[in-house]
C-alpha cells in the first residue's frame, strides 16, 4: 500500500491551510468563547468544494475520495477542532446518508445545496436516554396513510438549530426488536420541528450542538431514507465512514498541538538554554511524532479498504480509537510542555486540550469502538 500523497493531496493541503490561517485561526477563540457557529466560514468553504468532499459531481460535490477527504478533514482540525467537526459532520453523516440511502429525487434535492454550502445539513441518532443502546430509542415514527408522524428528542446534534436539513432515525417498531429504526430527512421549517437546548461544551464550542424536538411532526413518506427499518443498518454503515472522519479530526488536533510544542520547545529558555535540549522534552515529543504517525496509518488503511469496497469495520473502529485516544495524549503533553502557559488561553495547546477530548465520545466512544473491535476479532 502507498500512502504517499498525490500531487491533488498536496495540492488541497496547501489550499485549506491557507484558507484556515486566512479565515479561521484569526476569529477561532472568539468563536470558542462565544460559542459562535461561523455559517459565513462554511459558504466560504462549499465555494472552494468542500463541503460536498465525496459526493460525485453529479450532484454538484467534488467527487474525491477518502484520502483527499482525510486531508481537508485533518488540516482545518491543525488549527481549529470546531471547524474541522462541523466540516466532518456535514460531509460524512447527513450529506454522505443521502448520499447512500435517499431516493434520486432527494438525491437532487438536497445534495447540491449541501455540497455547496448553500445548506448546512445535520444527523440524528442519539437521544438522552439512548447513546450508545440506539435500539432502545424513544423518538417514534408512525406512519398514517402517506405521512409519518413523528414525535420525541434527539440531543448532541451537530448543527441543531442552524441546520437546513436533518437525516433524523426514528424507532418504527417495538424497542430492541430487529430492524425497528428508520431514517428521514426533514427540512427545518417542518411544523412540529425545532430546535431544543444547545449544549455548554468544555470543547469544539464554535460547532453547534443541540436537541432537535418533534411534536406532531408530520413528514411526508417521500421523505423517507431507504427502505421501513433498515434505518439501523444504513447508519452502522454511515459511522463506518464517519470513523474515519472523526480519527482524522483527532489526527489534526494531534498534528496542531505537537506543532505547537515543537516551536514552543525551541523558543522557550530555561537555565540559559530552549527546553527543546533537555530529555524530558525530547521523549515528549517523541511519543507524539510516533503516535501521531501510527495513528496516521490505522487512518489510511482504513481509508484504504473503502475505497475499495472491502469490509472495513474493524479497522475504521481501530482507526477511531487508537487516533482520539493519541489525541488526547498529545494535548495532554502540550499542555505540560508549555507549563504554566499550557494552562492559559493566551496559547493554543489550551484548546487542543479541550477539543481533544470529544473525539473519544462523539461517533461511538472508545469502549464501543473496542467492542466492535473485539466482536470482530473474535467471529474469525
Known sequence: MNYTPTELQQQIQEMVRDFAEKNIRPKMMEWDESQEFPVEVFRKLGELGLMGVLI??????????????????????????????????????????IYKFASEELKK??????????????????????????????????????????????????????????????????PRSKNNITAFAIEKGTPGFSAGKKENKLGMRASETCELVFDNCRVSDAQRLGEIGEGFKQSMKILDGGRISIAALALGIAKGAYLASIQYSKERQQFDQPISNFQAIQWKLADMATQIEAAELLIYQAADKLMRGEPMTKES??????????????????????????YTKDFPVEKYYRDSKLCTIGEGTSEIQKLVIARDILTK
Open 56 to 97: 460525485p459531481t453529479e450532484y454538484g460535490g467534488s467527487g474525491l475520495g477518502y484520502f483527499e477527504y482525510i486531508t481537508v478533514v485533518s488540516e482545518i482540525a491543525k488549527v481549529c477542532g470546531s471547524i474541522g467537526l462541523s466540516v466532518a459532520a456535514h460531509n460524512s453523516l447527513c450529506t454522505n446518508h
Open 109 to 174: 434535492k438536497y445534495l447540491p445545496k449541501l455540497a455547496s454550502g448553500e445548506w448546512i445539513g445535520a444527523w440524528g441518532l442519539t437521544e438522552a436516554n439512548t447513546g450508545s443502546d440506539a435500539g432502545n430509542m424513544r423518538c417514534v415514527a408512525v406512519q398514517e396513510g402517506n405521512e409519518w408522524v413523528i414525535n420525541g428528542t434527539k440531543n448532541w446534534i451537530t448543527h441543531g438549530k442552524t441546520g437546513d436539513v436533518a437525516v433524523v432515525l426514528c424507532r418504527t417498531g417495538e
Open 317 to 342: 473502529a481501530m482507526a477511531k480509537y487508537f487516533a482520539s485516544e493519541v489525541s488526547v495524549r498529545v494535548a495532554t503533553d502540550a499542555v505540560q510542555i508549555f507549563g504554566g502557559y499550557g
